[in-house]
Each structure stands twice: as structure tokens, then as C-alpha cells.
């Protein structure tokens, strides 16, 4: 009779070793499982936040920027992050679009082709939208960004007319 009840309570003892490793190890697996979400969310934070710092230097858009003898009139799109027409972008990279006034709340209407989940976030000032792309943008593919007519600004003008940004999706290598 000693030794079954030493046998009985051995075997139990293996069986609840053996739970409390498996209950260890889902216990690491959620934890690494939300380090590695942390990670993610601080590097697309981070991500976001040197966009917004590459705001201020951004190249002309030839299709709309002012100049002198072609200044628009009322609200519309000054500049944007891309050298011209079907710019390279590559697969990580925001698409940042800066406007004449600011743009009024929940008054901005885009429409990404071909179409895409995405992030757009506006600058404090209101005035320098940042699309950016859920996860990435599909490598060597052709989308075409327009913001429609229908978008205010803080003073209720509408965008003087849809404005249409073509880029091309490139690897991290340019290609």
C-alpha cells in the first residue's frame, strides 16, 4: 500500500509538472507575442514620426506647385513627397501631401487604386496630410492617389479640382 500511494503521488506530480510546462510555455509564447507587438506598433510610431519630420523639406510637385506667374487660386495642393508625375516609392515609404489652407475635420476624401488599406493622418497644423500603408505597399505595382473636388478647407472652400498622384512601387534596392 506505500508504495502505490508513493507511485500514485509521483505520477501525479509528472502530470502536474507536465501542465506547468505547458502552461510556462503558452505563457512565453503570449509574452513574446506581445513584445513583438509593442516592437511593431513603436516602429511604425517611429516610422510616422520621421515622416512628419520630412515635412518640411518637401520637393515640388511639377504637375501643381505654384509659381509665380501660375499661383492657384482658393484651396488646393501645393506639394507633395514625390519628384513628379509616377514617381518610385518604395514599398514602405509615406505619400505626404501638403495643402494651401487647412484642411477642415473629416472633410478629406481620397481614393487609393489599385485599392489599398492604408493610414492617413494630418500634422497638427492641419494643413500636410501623411498616407501611409497598413503593412506595405504591393512591390512594383502602379497606384494612382486622388483626392476629390469634395475636400474643405477650414474656411469651407472646396479643393479647387481632383488632384491625381500616380506613383510606382519599388523593393527596398530601387528595383
Not at 515622416?51 to 501660375?70: D, F, G
Not at 472633410?107 to 493610414?119: D, G, M, W
Not at 501611409?132 to 505595382?141: A, F, G, Y
Amino acid at each position: 500500500m506505500f508504495l502505490t500511494l508513493t507511485g500514485n503521488f509521483r505520477i501525479e506530480n509528472w502530470r502536474c509538472a507536465i501542465n506547468m510546462r505547458k502552461g510556462t510555455i503558452l505563457l512565453l509564447v503570449f509574452l513574446i507575442f506581445v513584445v513583438v507587438l509593442i516592437l511593431v506598433e513603436q516602429n511604425s510610431i517611429r516610422t510616422n514620426k520621421q515622416s512628419q519630420s520630412t515635412i518640411a523639406p518637401l520637393p515640388a510637385n511639377t504637375e501643381t506647385s505654384p509659381t509665380p506667374s501660375n499661383k492657384p487660386q482658393g484651396f488646393s495642393v501645393v506639394k507633395t513627397s514625390l519628384e513628379g508625375k509616377d514617381s518610385a516609392v518604395g514599398v514602405g515609404d509615406a505619400i505626404i501631401i501638403q495643402f494651401s489652407e487647412p484642411v477642415a475635420y473629416d472633410e478629406i476624401y481620397y481614393e487609393l487604386q489599385p485599392a489599398t488599406k492604408s493610414e492617413a493622418s494630418m500634422s497638427q497644423g492641419r494643413t500636410v496630410l501623411t498616407i501611409n500603408p497598413s503593412l506595405i505597399w504591393k512591390i512594383n505595382t502602379i497606384y494612382s492617389l486622388r483626392i476629390n473636388q469634395k475636400t474643405k478647407s477650414e474656411s469651407g472652400q472646396n479643393l479647387s479640382s481632383d488632384f491625381v498622384l500616380n506613383f510606382r512601387t519599388v523593393g527596398s534596392n530601387g528595383y
